[in-house]
C-alpha cells in the first residue's frame, strides 16, 4: 500500500461512516465536528478529489432536488481498493500502538 497523509486517511473514514451520504458537505460537517476544527472546503476537495483520483473512491450524481434547486450533488463510496486501505492502517496502527497506555507507565513525555 502506497501510505496515505492523514487527511486522507480522515476523508476515507468519514465517507466509510457516511455510506450512502457521503458527499463534500457532509464528509466536512463530520470532519469539523470529530477534529473540532473548520475544514474549508479547499482542505477536504483537494484530498478527495485525489483519492477518486488513485481509485480509492468511486462517486455518482445525485438528483436535484427542490431544497438545492438544479445543483447536482456528487456523492462518493469507497472502491474494494479504499477499504483495503482503510484495513492496511487499521492494522498498521493498531500494530504502532500496540501496548502504548502499559508502556507510558512511568515515562516522562518529551
Do not use: C, H
Not at 476537495?45 to 468511486?58: A, D, I, T
Amino acid at each position: 500500500m502506497k501510505f496515505l497523509t492523514r487527511q486522507e486517511e480522515m476523508i476515507l473514514l468519514a465517507v466509510w461512516q457516511l455510506g450512502d451520504n457521503a458527499y463534500l458537505v457532509t464528509i466536512r460537517q463530520l470532519l469539523s465536528r470529530i477534529t473540532a476544527k473548520k475544514w474549508s472546503m479547499g482542505a477536504a476537495y483537494v484530498p478527495l478529489n485525489r483519492l477518486f483520483q488513485k481509485g480509492y473512491l468511486q462517486d455518482r450524481i445525485g438528483e436535484p432536488n427542490a431544497r438545492r434547486g438544479r445543483n447536482k450533488i456528487k456523492y462518493y463510496r469507497l472502491t474494494a481498493r479504499g477499504t483495503a486501505a482503510l484495513e492496511e492502517l487499521s492494522a498498521m496502527n493498531r500494530a504502532l500502538w500496540q501496548d502504548f497506555p502499559a508502556a507510558a507507565e512511568g515515562k516522562e513525555s518529551v
